[in-house]
């Protein structure tokens, strides 16, 4: 009869669990959660660009290994933009033991409501690049902007305006989300740059079965004012309205100029491209169809790699840096990741370089790219700069 040393037959199964708790660790995929509804007509061609764009990022990362062995995976859920099933859905996500890091949320009053009810920090969750330029949004807790600020853009308009010339502009904004705190950073920008606003108009847009009254209204005001130049701080069908109809009117030559918020497709699509040709629109991303910068170049030939069938679009490129932000930031959460060990990492990122651009992100300061690209509507319907 054979004698059995118990000290070798525990090391034995000692080192047996401890094989099989590295290979479940290497098999479990590392989730990443996001929130963005594919279905909602004002969101859905942002959305699906933001997904496809991590996505492709993604799938590159993982036909190499992925990260220490073990496959990164979105799991998107649809609020279908009502704040209430943001909240619901991030703390689904909460309960959920394999999310790990969430990323490129959209949804302004979902992401204000985050903010507000300071979740992140209660859930211990980081979220990294969410669609918005809002102070109040990407100031807060546990957030890692990439995006450029509201207040960049609406700089970035107003100092075009001012530097081309002209004379008589009218700039509009609403009473929504960021709209008071633009306006106001409009006046204060205006005249410092000793721009000639010879208007700032807000519309009511807090009921929108009232849309074709408040539009018309302000449409009206600003033909009175004979404007040569149309700054809007405003989005969604508010802004392809007053697109459509300004181009119609007897003030149909006015420069017009619009926020990253309103996409150029949008804005085809709902005014037309005879009256949308020539709407200047900033971007709070880098333009994503000239390789000038190494990150663009990484961009262009992954998509065409992994996503063949995909157009490049600035929410894709966005998307696409949503997610390369995101692995460093799992990658450097070591070799068994949890939210807090990926959280950690964000806040000890400090500059990082994404390829040409940088953002930089510490207990002090979470600062995305900072920088502004001013875009055309060409006569094609494509953008250039």
Do not use: C
């Amino acid at each position: 009869m054979l004698e059995i040393n118990h000290r070798v037959l525990l090391r034995s199964l000692a080192a047996l669990l401890g094989w099989f708790a590295l290979a479940s660790v290497h098999g479990q995929d590392l989730v990443v959660g996001q929130i963005a509804s594919q279905t909602n007509i004002l969101t859905a061609a942002n959305a699906k660009g933001l997904y496809q764009g991590m996505k492709t990022y993604f799938d590159s990362v993982n036909a190499q290994g992925g990260i220490g062995g073990r496959q990164i995976r979105i799991v998107n859920k649809d609020d279908d933009v009502k704040p209430a099933k943001m909240i619901e859905m991030t703390k689904e996500f909460a309960a959920d033991k394999d999310v790990l890091v969430l990323a490129a949320y959209q949804g302004t009053g979902g992401l204000t409501e985050l903010a507000k009810q300071d979740l992140l920090s209660k859930l211990g969750f980081a979220l990294v690049s969410p669609f918005s330029g809002d102070k109040n949004i990407v100031s807060a807790p546990n957030i890692f902007p990439f995006r450029s600020g509201y207040p960049d853009e609406v700089t970035a308009l107003i100092k075009e305006a001012a530097a081309t010339g002209k004379k008589r502009v009218v700039v509009v904004s609403w009473n929504l989300t960021f709209g008071p705190a633009m306006l106001k950073l409009a006046e204060e920008v205006a005249k410092k740059e000793k721009l000639n606003v010879t208007a700032f108009l807000k519309m009511d847009v807090t009921s929108p079965d009232k849309a074709d009254a408040v539009i018309k209204e302000a449409l009206d005001a600003t033909i009175k004012q004979e404007p040569d130049a149309v700054i809007m701080l405003i989005s969604t069908r508010y802004a392809t309205e007053f697109t459509r109809l300004i181009k119609s009117s007897p003030s149909a030559s006015a420069q017009l100029y619009t926020m990253s918020i309103m996409p150029a497709a949008d804005l085809i699509k709902g005014a037309g491209l005879d009256k949308a040709h020539g709407v200047i629109i900033a971007q709070a991303v880098p333009f994503p169809f000239s390789a000038t910068l190494p990150v663009v170049f990484e961009y262009q030939k992954t998509m065409k790699k992994y996503a063949p069938e995909a157009e490049l679009s600035f929410t894709s490129l966005e998307g696409y840096i949503a997610g390369k932000i995101t692995a460093e930031a799992l990658r450097r959460a070591g070799p068994n990741p949890s939210r807090e060990k990926v959280l950690k990492a964000l806040y000890a990122m400090g500059e990082y370089d994404v390829g040409g651009i940088y953002v930089n992100y510490s207990d002090k300061e979470r600062r995305g790219w900072g920088a502004i690209d001013l875009t055309v509507i060409g006569s094609n319907g494509k953008l250039m700069r």
